[in-house]
C-alpha cells in the first residue's frame, strides 16, 4: 500500500485495520522469536556440555582401539562382523512452529558381541564398548546441534519479520492515517467555513 492514498473515509478505517493487524503481527512476532531464543539457549548450553564430554569420550575409544591393534595387528578385520545399526529413530517436536529433532535409538539394551572369543581380546571388547558409547553421544550431540541450527534460522527469518513490521510497515500506516486524517479534517473546515459563508448570504 503505497504512502500516496486517497483521503476517504474508507481508506481511512482499512489503513487503521492495517495499522492494528501490523501492531499484532510485530507482538506475536516478538514473542514468537523470545521462545526461540529461550529454547536455543537451553540447546546451546547442552551443546557446550556435550562438546566438553564427547572430546574425552572419542579419545578414550581411539586408545582402546590402538591398544586392540597393537595386541591383535590389524583389528579392521573384526569390524566387518558388527551389523548395520537400524535401531535408529528420527522423531519431532515443534516449538513454535519449528521442529526439532528427536534421536532415539536401542541404547538401553546392552550391545551384543558380534565376534567370537577365539582370536580376539579384552582390549578388543573394551574398544568396542568405547565405540558404543562414541556412537550414543554422537547421535544426541547431532539431535543438539540440528535444534540449534534451526531454531537460529528461525530466529532470523522472525527477525526480518519483525523488523519489517517494526520498520516499514507500522510505520507506513501511520503516516498513511495521518495523512487522510488531516485531509479529512482540513476538508471537514472548509465545508463547515463553505456552510457559514452560504447562511450568512442568504440572512
Sequence with gaps: MADQVFPTKG???AAKRS????????????????????ELMQLVDRAKELRGTIEKTYETAYARLQEANIMLG????FANAVPVDDSVQIETRTV?????????????????????FLDTNVQLDEAYAAFIKVRNMTLLLAEVDTGVFRLATAISATQRRANALKEVLIPRYTRIIRTISDALEDKEREEFTRM???KATKK
Design 96 to 116: 513454535m512452529g519449528v521442529e526439532i529433532p528427536i534421536i532415539t535409538h536401542d541404547d538401553e539394551i546392552p550391545p551384543i558381541i558380534p565376534y567370537g
Design 196 to 198: 457559514k459563508i452560504i
Design 74 to 77: 590389524v583389528a579392521g578385520r
Design 11 to 13: 481508506n481511512l478505517i
Design 19 to 38: 495499522l492494528q493487524l501490523s501492531k499484532l503481527g510485530y507482538d506475536l512476532m516478538d514473542r514468537k522469536r523470545n521462545v526461540l531464543i529461550r
